[in-house]
């Protein structure tokens, strides 16, 4: 059972490139998420999804886009990358449906130059 | 690698006495209070969590403790060990769209 799975786990990026990050969960959970993880910062959440072809936005939605085409995965888009966006990013999903856990994926640390 | 920087509240204890380790919330309508745990280079994982009619709920070797009172959430841990090390985050969720408000986060090392 792998959980919550999230690619890729590194990448370097060169300012006002473009990438997708995908986040996959293999745990039939209706609810996903996208947090950024800054220094001393917590987690913000980005962008979230309550189920298949639905989302919505979170705290820090700028710069970024989502689908969620399929249940299992959650696509995080950088459309033009900025030095601002360098952080660790995390895809995490949940039941909904008052369960409160959420279950997190490894991280994918980004850097953008 | 370290997943959060140089400015987080820090817990230092010995191995074998008791942590506890504090969280202000914001929202007096959120539903559930949550504690996690991120260990270096990992996601954060699920610890405990208890509901906003609660005061007290204790888990294995945990203990989460809320007053609404005064917006104040704690995480006690028993018998503190090595495995504990790591940053802890509190957060707070409603029911609707399940949106999890994390805490800056407390690192907690646990000494020989």
């Known amino acids: 059972n792998a959980g919550v799975t999230q690619t890729p786990k590194f990448r370097v990026l060169k300012t006002g490139q473009s990438m997708t990050l995908l986040c996959a969960q293999d745990?039939?959970?209706?609810?996903m998420y996208w947090y950024r993880q800054d220094p001393g910062m917590g987690l913000r959440l980005i962008h979230y999804?309550?189920?298949?072809?639905?989302?919505a936005k979170g705290e820090v939605p700028d710069g970024y886009n989502v689908s969620r085409l399929k249940k299992q995965n959650f696509l995080l888009g950088l459309e033009s990358a900025a030095p601002s966006q360098t952080s660790v990013y995390f895809c995490?999903?949940?039941?909904?449906?008052?369960?409160?856990?959420?279950?997190f994926g490894q991280g994918t640390r980004l850097t953008v130059v | 690698g370290e997943s959060v920087g140089l400015h987080l509240p820090t817990l230092s204890v010995q191995e074998g006495d008791n942590s506890i380790i504090n969280c202000a919330y914001s929202n007096s309508a959120s539903d559930y209070f949550i504690w996690y745990k991120q260990e270096s280079g990992k996601g954060p994982q699920f610890i405990i969590d208890i509901r906003s009619n609660m005061d007290k709920r204790q888990g294995q070797r945990v203990t989460v403790l809320l007053n609404k009172t005064v917006k104040h959430l704690s995480l006690q841990i028993a018998a503190t060990q090595p495995g504990d090390s790591a940053v802890y985050f509190c957060?707070?969720?409603?029911?609707?769209?399940?949106?999890?408000?994390f805490g800056p986060g407390t690192r907690l090392s646990v000494l020989p």
């Open positions: 999804s309550v189920g298949e072809g639905t989302t």
């Open positions: 745990m039939n959970h209706e609810y």
């Open positions: 995490a999903s949940s039941y909904g449906n008052q369960n409160t856990e959420a279950f």
């Open positions: 957060a707070e969720v409603k029911y609707y769209g399940q949106n999890f408000v």
